[in-house]
């Protein structure tokens, strides 16, 4: 299993961990990425398999003080957010004007 926080646009998100399935995670997150946003991720699948896969990984809440590192992070409402993960990696997050955050 693979961990994926969702950070929400929402002001009482609480950025719950999920459970994923190695299937699971790739329909979300494509190869060699682990940043996605939700709107990019219906953009490019289809939402019949993407419904049925959230409703398994949904069913999956782990408690952050169980969690074994996070794989992935899943942005909803945060567009603004994007101009951070040009190559939706993580670890490359950069600033506005390009340079690295870190």
Known sequence: MKYIQV???ARNCVYDIFAATDEEFALVFPAGTDVAFIDEVYAREHKE????AFDEIWRRR???SESRGIHGLLFYELDEKKAYYPTRRDEEAVN???SRLR
């Open 7 to 9: 950070i929400d646009g």
């Open 49 to 52: 398999l993407l419904d049925a």
């Open 62 to 64: 782990v408690k952050k």
């Open 96 to 98: 506005p004007d390009g």
